[in-house]
């Protein structure tokens, strides 16, 4: 948790346990040469008693001579904000606070007073919610961004008791008693009640059992991470993967494939529960076919084979329907800014030749053969027209069945029109009347390059 010589700032929100905390790491500190801070963030929630709070760890901190950083947030605004519940949005706060610190260098740790007690009622609390074993890992005792927590093995009652003998004051929080927070009831009421009439040792329980699932997390974390570059393919902002992976896998190894995905595409796994994973691997699992579904976050389209998961497209109209002015020569850039169309001359017929290596090409047209203005729009259900080497128009849609081209990609796929007839589209190629061949005297070169976006 700790290297010799760190700079660690203590969370001290002026309870017991954080005061044992500070008064523990600072016997410690000539051990490890820990240079030490103090950090108490005011919620703004409970008036005066709040302000009381940040002045006693004012206080604290100065009889201990150790520099002092308060912070102040008004939590219950952020909830009116947000919608979210009270003890959410101050956990963010919190954390948000600390990590200030860590990001910006003047921190190399900061430590947190979580006791064995509050991983107990963590555990308890995230399995009556239908936590996995991710969840069921509880708190962790030490995070990548540097947090750390060296009171899990310490319970609740050794902290006070500690304190008392040495007759070292804390705040108390008036807050811990109110039974409309459903930690509190847990832990005023569900774990003593557990306690008397189940497992008296059932703080100790619940907290192996974490440690226990965070030894199979880290396990699991790298297995996954390997599986994950073997099979899921980013795209921002998308992520995809193959429906037979993941129906051929076992369902615990699927299960967590499926969350990784969903973290990769969302950025978190909020709101994220068993039934959204199970719904997902099941659309996976069907025979054949497209289909859709939506979880917290997320848009699930499956289609010839894949599953692409990404966020809502923001007014996702707007950006499906265009239509673009082409100048010869020129460039566009699409709406989602991935794509550019470019279309340029060629010095004669000798450039179709010389110029076949294109990539992104959508091909030649003969310019003389092209009587007005070009636009790029997408593509529409019912549009159609003759290929090159084909005798009769086909539909772009069978065009799309017969490439496999997945329903997401469809959307935005660039037709190229000359007033109301398509003169070439993506992959498909120009229109026989459009095309370049060895007789065309001007011949335009038209292609895909990638955008800035």
């Not at 100065?62 to 520099?67: D, N, Q, T």
């Not at 239908?130 to 899990?152: D, F, K, S």
């Not at 804390?170 to 847990?186: K, M």
């Not at 595409?265 to 909020?270: E, H, Q, V």
């Amino acid at each position: 948790m700790l290297a010799s010589g760190q700079r660690v700032g203590v969370a001290v929100s002026g309870g017991a346990d954080s005061v044992f905390l500070l008064h523990a790491l600072r016997e410690l500190a000539p051990r490890w040469d820990l240079r030490l801070s103090v950090l108490h963030l005011d919620h703004c929630l409970r008036g005066e008693e709040s302000r009381g709070d940040a002045a006693f760890v004012r206080d604290l901190a100065g009889e201990l001579a150790l520099p002092f950083h308060p912070g102040e947030c008004d939590v219950a605004r952020l909830c009116r904000e947000t919608g979210d519940n009270l003890e959410q949005v101050a956990r963010a706060a919190r954390r948000r606070f600390f990590l200030g610190f860590l990001e910006d260098g003047r921190l190399d740790r900061v430590a947190l007073g979580h006791t064995r007690s509050d991983q107990a009622e963590t555990v308890l609390f995230r399995f009556l919610r239908g936590a996995g074993t991710a969840g069921l890992a509880g708190i962790r005792p030490v995070t990548p961004e540097g947090l750390v927590r060296p009171l899990l093995d310490v319970e609740r009652s050794e902290v006070e008791g500690w304190l008392r003998e040495r007759g070292i004051p804390w705040r108390e929080d008036s807050s811990n008693a109110d039974l409309a927070f459903a930690r509190n009831r847990i832990r005023r009421q569900l774990l003593p009640q557990l306690i008397r009439e189940w497992n008296p040792a059932l703080t100790q329980t619940l907290a192996q059992a974490a440690e226990w699932a965070l030894a199979e997390e880290a396990w699991w974390e790298q297995e996954i991470s390997r599986l994950a570059a073997a099979h899921l393919l980013v795209r921002a902002p998308a992520v995809l993967v193959r429906t037979g992976v993941l129906a051929a896998l076992p369902a615990a190894v699927a299960r967590r494939l499926v969350r990784r995905a969903v973290a990769l595409a969302k950025g978190d796994l909020r709101g994220v529960a068993f039934p959204h994973v199970e719904a997902i691997l099941a659309l996976a699992r069907e025979p054949a076919g497209h289909g859709r579904l939506q979880v917290p976050g997320l848009d699930i389209f499956r289609s010839f084979g894949w599953l692409r998961l990404a966020p809502p497209s923001p007014g996702g109209g707007a950006q499906r329907f265009f239509r673009l002015p082409l100048a010869v020569p020129g460039r566009v850039t699409l709406p989602d800014g991935t794509t550019n169309i470019c279309i340029e001359p060629l010095p004669g017929p000798e450039s179709l030749r010389l110029h076949s290596g294109y990539n992104g090409l959508m091909g030649y047209l003969d310019a003389d053969r092209i009587s007005g203005s070009l636009e790029v729009r997408n593509w529409l259900p019912g549009d159609q027209y003759r290929r090159v080497g084909h005798s009769t128009a086909e539909k772009i849609k069978e065009m799309f069945q017969q490439a496999k081209i997945p329903l997401w990609e469809r959307r935005h796929w660039p037709v190229v029109t000359c007033g109301d007839r398509i003169v070439c589209t993506r992959l498909f190629g120009p229109g026989a009347e459009f095309a370049a061949d060895a007789g065309s005297q001007a011949v335009l070169i038209i292609r895909e390059t990638a955008g800035e976006g």
